[in-house]
């Protein structure tokens, strides 16, 4: 039976009991971000499992195209794939395990006629159910079931969350011969001798992020029968790549290389890797997925790199894996037509990515070479992770191709140190101020070329999206045929519906999205007359010049953005209106999440005037005024009141943006149709930004309304807190502001009134050195300023001397010296003696003559810093003396 037979008589057995056959969903999964790819035919019923989406119907089989990346690095042996194709029933609370298993022992021995005494069953070992109807309905005896735990008979969930349940699974035995001779041989046993080929879960639970398990809504089935071995089984080949799913491939690569399959294993190895690699190439960029650096497009690049390189292996020079996707679309076009129909699109990219692997292959090899000399010769059994990040980052060879290179030769490599290499490298581009956002002078040499071969015509204002072909590239201030995924650069349009940034609106963001890549719109500048330079990253695949494309601009963004710019427009003339027309505009900033306005005026606005200013823009919004554009002569707009601003030029026609009678002003700007889409309109601040130049900041539609939100919980928690209508918060604040500075001076005057009582202790304990009058003491002040007064009033009382007090303020130690007037003209100097006894603090001081202030980080050192008060004065009076 061959493969389609296969795949038609499975569908119609289901159909026959009543089952909807469902569409393969994309390798791309729909709103499941847990998995890179669809691994299971189960993925597109989860949200009929769990409820949230009422299925089709009750019961549904599907024919599933899968993809699993743990086995990657195992193809090329006689078992392991990358894409396969999974065959499955479901019930959605319908029928349950007596169902399941019955109709997969018809499907199989009836339908399939495999021989009903090879076949070997597994159940959980907690499934008692399963266990008995095995034995007692479907015939089998105990000794060809066995019971296995979690690790066997327990499937799922597919990432860290979601539904699973417990699992029958079915064995077709190959013969003892495929065996490992032990007498408890049987499934679950790694030598080969039996083959899953069907699996029965047994859908009952969801499995939470904590690792609980709870019910689902109802019982499910899910079940997967691998198609490739079944076609193995019904086929009787020693390996699925022996089957018709593989072989056309096989064949059509081993005729152009002049072998056969089967003559070497280093020559089959090759073979299992390209006829499976290029099956799971060609479906994945059929379902949109192109080469790159992240997610599933590293997956794509890494299966397709790998492909090429076993292709050098067979003796491949050039490019040939993209006749091997036309094979792929012959064989599977009638199950999958989109394969047959994107054909030239899958192709291209395929050509391209070879292409550019192939151009450092070579020297990627030598390079490698040269480190497994290195690394033997030094008797090592690591290849350094930098010489692994060397081999990714300058000749595009994925870590894993690498590994299995090191393999080769017994050999690993340091993926930590990879790693780590890869962290600086991602580290140095963060610090590199991330996307391009403007054009350096080697950017505005080639972008003049297109000014004259190429000019971009603005159409964003009749379209959000467009088609338009790429008519120029550039990387690095140097015009390029390509731009490839992982990089950036300049793309020039044939048209564009991006707003280039003008007039104080910032550039447009967005996509640009081809068939053979996707890009990030970062930015949209004109850097010279006539030329919208569009700075993209490459998110996947690559885009050339030449390539037709969809410009998409981020419309949201887009809405915001038209708010704030009509809005400016209204809160200039609200200015002229409230403050006078000499309230010019002299700067502005339209961004999507604020308005920015500067305008001449001499003196703050003032709190009442921006309230009727706020008022005034607030009313016009109101009235839902159309705003128009029209395209006239600069006289003819002027002539009919409109405004031009100060120092922009201008040329013969101009576009005139009016809102009634109210506004009326020259601008290229993108706007709303009306003044009510413009929502809500706050004003934030009002600052000076030079002389005569005030700004205005101002939200509009949702930021608004989310400022105007934070307002209203403020307000009603003051309003709960102080126990006040809002009307009388204001005033009430101010009271608490009045009391509140009241007692902090009460409080002040307590503190010095406390500290002075240490006055009386300080004066008893003076000292003398060399007829100067010491007065020093650690004492107890709550702030410095507590602390200057308490000198003070020392210093009124001793008459002639010196002053030095110490205290731990806050948990830091202070340092105060005061000297007597009289003594300053001695040589006695506050600031040095600070200075010098500071150290013992871990800090330092200085000052004036009179008084010096210090202090530093350790306060327990303050009693020594006052002990040497007397040794550092005599040193000034002797260096005095002699001097």
Not at 249 to 260: K, N, P, Q, T
Not at 432 to 449: K, Q
Request: contains cysteine; aromatic residues 8%; hydrophobic residues 35%.
């Amino acid at each position: 039976m061959n493969s389609e037979q296969i795949r038609e008589r499975f569908v119609e057995f289901f159909r026959e009991r009543e089952h909807r056959h469902m569409p393969s969903s994309s390798l791309v999964p729909l709103n499941d971000p847990t998995v890179l790819l669809t691994t299971a035919g189960m993925q597109q019923m989860t949200p009929y499992f769990l409820g949230l989406e009422p299925a089709p119907a009750p019961r549904m089989t599907s024919i599933q195209k899968c993809f699993r990346t743990v086995d990657i690095d195992e193809v090329g042996d006689e078992s392991h794939l990358t894409f396969f194709e999974m065959l499955g029933n479901f019930s959605v609370g319908d029928y349950f395990k007596s169902d399941a298993i019955s109709w997969a022992w018809e499907l199989s021995t009836r339908d399939f006629q495999i021989p009903p005494d090879r076949v070997h069953i597994t159940v959980h070992n907690d499934d008692e159910f399963s266990w008995d109807y095995w034995q007692s309905e479907i015939g089998i005896p105990a000794g060809r079931i066995r019971k296995l735990g979690d690790e066997d008979n327990w499937w799922g969930p597919v990432g860290d969350t979601g539904p699973n349940g417990p699992d029958s699974e079915m064995f077709y035995d190959r013969g003892a011969q495929y065996g490992c001779g032990e007498d408890d041989c049987g499934p679950g046993c790694n030598c080969g001798r039996f083959l899953e080929f069907w699996n029965l879960v047994f859908m009952e639970f969801f499995k939470e992020a904590d690792g609980t398990q709870r019910p689902l809504p109802s019982k499910n089935i899910d079940t997967g029968m691998g198609l490739e071995r079944m076609a193995s089984i019904l086929q009787g080949t020693e390996t699925v790549f022996e089957t018709d799913l593989y072989m056309p491939i096989i064949d059509f690569v081993s005729d152009r290389i002049g072998a056969r399959y089967g003559e070497r294993d280093e020559t089959d190895v090759s073979l299992r890797v390209i006829s499976d690699h290029a099956r799971a190439v060609t479906f994945l960029i059929s379902d949109g997925v192109f080469p790159g650096n992240e997610g599933r497009s590293y997956v794509l690049r890494r299966v397709l790199r790998r492909a090429v390189r076993h292709g050098r292996l067979l003796g491949f020079e050039g490019p040939f894996l993209s006749s091997l996707a036309g094979r792929v679309a012959e064989s599977f076009g009638s199950q999958y037509p989109d394969l047959s129909s994107q054909l030239s699109r899958i192709q291209k990219v395929i050509d391209h990515e070879e292409a550019h692997f192939n151009q450092t292959l070579a020297s990627g090899i030598e390079r490698f070479d040269e480190v497994l000399g290195r690394v033997q010769a030094r008797d090592e059994t690591t290849i350094p992770g930098e010489e692994v990040f060397r081999l990714y980052d300058t000749y595009g060879f994925p870590l894993e191709l690498t590994e299995e290179l090191a393999r080769d030769h017994e050999l690993t490599v340091d993926r930590d140190g990879f790693n780590q290499a890869m962290e600086r490298q991602r580290a140095t581009s963060r610090a590199g101020a991330g996307h391009i956002t403007s054009a350096g002078s080697g950017e505005l040499d080639a972008l003049r070329r297109y000014a004259t071969d190429s000019p971009t015509p603005f159409v964003g204002y009749e379209s959000e999206e467009v088609e338009t072909d790429v008519v120029g590239l550039l990387r690095d201030g140097t015009p390029v045929e390509s731009l490839q995924a992982g990089g950036n650069g300049i793309v020039v349009l044939q048209k564009t519906p991006f707003y280039a940034e003008s007039g104080g609106q910032v550039g447009d963001t967005g996509t640009i999205s081809a068939d053979t890549g996707n890009l990030s719109v970062t930015d949209t500048q004109r850097p010279i007359p006539d030329v919208t330079a569009h700075f993209v990253e490459v998110n996947d695949g690559f885009i050339e010049i030449g390539t037709p494309v969809r410009a998409a601009v981020d419309a949201e963004r887009r809405r915001r953005i038209r708010r704030n710019h009509t809005a400016t427009h209204l809160l200039h003339a609200a200015l002229r209106t409230t403050l006078g027309e000499h309230a010019q505009q002299a700067g502005s900033l339209v961004a999507p999440d604020r308005l920015r306005f500067d305008f001449t005026n001499l003196e703050p606005v003032g709190p009442e005037r921006l309230r009727q200013i706020q008022e005034v823009v607030s009313h016009e919004i109101l009235r839902n005024t159309a705003v128009t554009a029209d395209l006239t002569t600069y006289q003819e707009a002027i002539s009919r009141g409109a405004i031009a601003l100060f120092g922009e030029k201008y040329g013969d026609d101009v576009r005139m943006i009016s809102i009634d009678e109210y506004s009326r002003e020259l601008c290229g700007g993108t706007h709303v149709n009306s003044t009510g889409e413009i929502g809500p309109f706050v004003i934030t601040e009002e600052t000076s930004v030079a002389s005569g130049v005030r700004r205005i900041e101002a939200l509009t539609g949702e930021a608004a309304i989310a400022y105007l939100s934070e307002i209203q919980f403020t307000i009603g928690e003051l309003e709960q807190q102080l126990h006040v209508p809002a009307e009388q918060l204001t005033d009430q604040i101010r009271t608490l502001h009045r009391r509140i500075r009241d007692l902090e001076q009460q409080l002040e005057r307590m503190r010095v009134d406390m500290a002075s009582g240490q006055v009386d202790e300080i004066l008893a304990n003076t000292s003398d050195a060399d007829g100067v009058t010491v007065a020093s003491a650690v004492v107890e002040a709550q702030s410095r300023d507590v602390l200057l007064q308490l000198a003070d009033r020392c210093r009124d009382r001793i008459g002639s001397g010196v002053i030095v007090l110490g205290a731990d303020i806050e948990g830091r130690p202070a340092l105060l010296a005061v000297v007597t007037k009289d003594l300053t003209s001695r040589g006695l100097h506050a600031g040095d003696l600070i200075s010098e006894i500071a150290e013992h603090v871990g800090g330092r001081g200085g000052g004036k003559p009179e008084m010096a202030q210090g202090g530093g980080t350790d306060s327990s050192g303050l009693q020594t810093a006052i002990d040497r008060v007397h040794d550092a004065l005599r040193r000034q009076l002797t260096e005095k003396a002699s001097s």
